[in-house]
């Protein structure tokens, strides 16, 4: 192909994807925003995790992230990163049990709300997440793909040993259109496809819902506490004003 041809295909892709969710998920966005923005109403956190690699990112975006709301708590297990080794990773996420014990040494129960991102939706640490947040009385945000999640084999090795999908066990789910696989170019004698867009989806999906949330709060006369830059000017004397309040709770903070 020619040079620059595949980087424009690319774009396509990613604007595609976008334009998908944009069109096709935005009641599920609205609807999963008011349930955020209920939370910060009440003055509790909002805690996201997405158990395994990449999916580590989606809880990263929308965490001590300029524009963002102070409220979200990333869970950033150190376990299911890649910095810790990503293949040790992989394992991990497919550890039956694992996303149980995270989930209860964050002691998340009744009354909070757990957004859990997976783009696959099918992995152990993923549906352990959500199943023991409900049981434990937490509302729970699933963000993954739908296709991803119906068209992967039961006996698939990276799926939960009850072979539930993510969008099944949670309150509230936004499909994040991923396809099968996640990489979706093709080059001429190249077996693999390349160009993966999980994370331009899931960023979009939550960035969505964030900005919904904070809008839906102002418009209920709330003004929630938001992250300014700290590489802008007055971004550091702005943020110092809600640092002592969060401290403690947010363990990553």
């Known amino acids: 192909m020619r040079q620059g041809s595949v980087m424009d295909a690319y774009y396509k892709e990613v604007i595609g994807i976008i ?4 069109e096709n998920e935005k009641e599920r966005i609205l609807q999963c925003a008011r ?3 209920d939370q910060v109403k009440e003055d509790r956190l909002i805690h996201i995790w997405g158990p395994g690699g990449h999916s580590n990112l989606a809880a990263m975006e929308v965490f001590f992230r300029a524009g963002g709301l102070m409220h979200v708590s990333a869970i950033l297990n150190q376990e ?5 080794g990503a293949m040790k990773s992989m394992q991990v996420e ?3 049990g694992y996303g149980r014990i995270v989930v209860n040494d964050y002691g998340i129960g009744k009354g ?3 957004i859990v991102v997976n783009a696959y939706g099918i992995n152990s640490a993923t549906i352990d997440a959500a199943l023991t947040a409900k049981e434990n009385g937490a509302t729970v945000i699933g963000i993954c793909s739908h296709e991803h999640a119906r068209n992967t084999p039961p006996d698939h090795v990276a799926r ?11 309150d509230y789910t936004i499909d994040c259109k991923v396809k099968v696989g996640d ?9 693999q496809k390349i160009g993966a867009l999980s994370t331009f989806a899931n960023a979009y999906v939550l960035n969505a819902m964030v900005v919904e949330a904070i809008n839906m ?3 209920d006369g709330v003004n929630p506490p938001v992250w300014r830059s700290g590489n802008c000017t007055g971004g550091d004397e702005w943020n110092n004003q809600f640092i002592q309040r969060f401290r403690s709770a947010v363990r990553c903070l």
């Open 183 to 191: 990489a979706v170019l093709e080059l001429p004698g190249f077996e």
């Open 80 to 84: 299911t990163m890649l910095n810790g």
């Open 112 to 114: 909070d709300l757990l």
């Open 94 to 96: 497919r550890l039956p």
């Open 217 to 219: 709060l102002v418009e």
């Open 35 to 37: 349930v955020v923005a």
């Open 19 to 22: 334009t998908d969710i944009h």
């Open 160 to 170: 939960h040993p009850s072979k539930k999908n993510l969008q099944d066990v949670v």
